[in-house]
């Protein structure tokens, strides 16, 4: 596969798996505090290439490629994702700016579930949401345990490695790993575009 068609497979994945979330948000009615946005205000959120290569290919087909790499370029180990858009003081309020391109670590995040020492399947959240919806939560965790669908982390990262390896295998902070989608992009397309067709002459 090219890196176009890599990420149009990533983006097959997200959709399906945003078929399961929706089902399992619906079904547990664990959704998110309206307006928050502290998972975003951690700037050590870490992700990979491969799951931002959908947002690159987006922001070059708008245009827009090149002038987020000069934004990534500004920005510090310190810095939040570009993407995020702070509405409070202290950060923990605001909201996704390209919710559909997001990644796939911002997927899962409370919508998916990783196994315990027990064997038991503990849900991926945050201290904000199992406290501001400790009810909700605790259901939840229950109606998983008794097969209530929910995507596996590890089921959906393993459909990512199967797409690339080395583009999911190592993780970056987030900013970086935008950057680097950007720049593969870039340089795809870059020599996608400027490819002289083959001729008798070129052999």
């Not at 202290?90 to 027990?118: A, P």
């Not at 399947?121 to 904000?128: M, S």
């Not at 939840?140 to 982390?153: H, K, Y």
Request: proline share 3%.
């Amino acid at each position: 596969m090219n890196l176009q068609e890599k990420s149009q497979e990533v983006r097959r994945v997200f959709e399906e798996l945003d078929t399961e979330i929706k089902a399992f948000l619906e079904a547990s009615r664990l959704t998110c505090i309206p307006g928050c946005g502290f998972c975003c205000s951690n700037p050590k959120v870490n992700a990979s290439i491969l799951e931002f290569l959908p947002l690159a290919f987006d922001l070059y087909d708008k245009g827009k490629a090149e002038k987020a790499l000069e934004i990534l370029e500004s920005q510090d180990e310190q810095s939040l994702c570009i993407l995020y858009k702070s509405i409070s003081m202290d950060n923990t309020m605001g909201f996704c700016s390209d919710y559909v391109n997001r990644g796939l670590i911002c997927r899962l995040f409370s919508s998916s579930y990783r196994k315990n020492k027990e064997g038991r399947k503990e849900i991926i959240t945050c201290k904000k949401l199992k406290e501001g919806k400790k009810s909700e939560f605790e259901a939840a965790t229950r109606l998983v345990n008794d097969n209530l669908p929910i995507p596996s982390s590890t089921g959906v990262y393993g459909e990512l490695y199967n797409i690339d390896f080395q583009l999911t295998s190592q993780q970056f902070p987030i900013n970086q790993a935008i950057k680097k989608a950007v720049d593969l992009v870039l340089t795809y397309k870059f020599y996608s575009e400027n490819q002289e067709p083959e001729t008798n002459e070129n052999f």
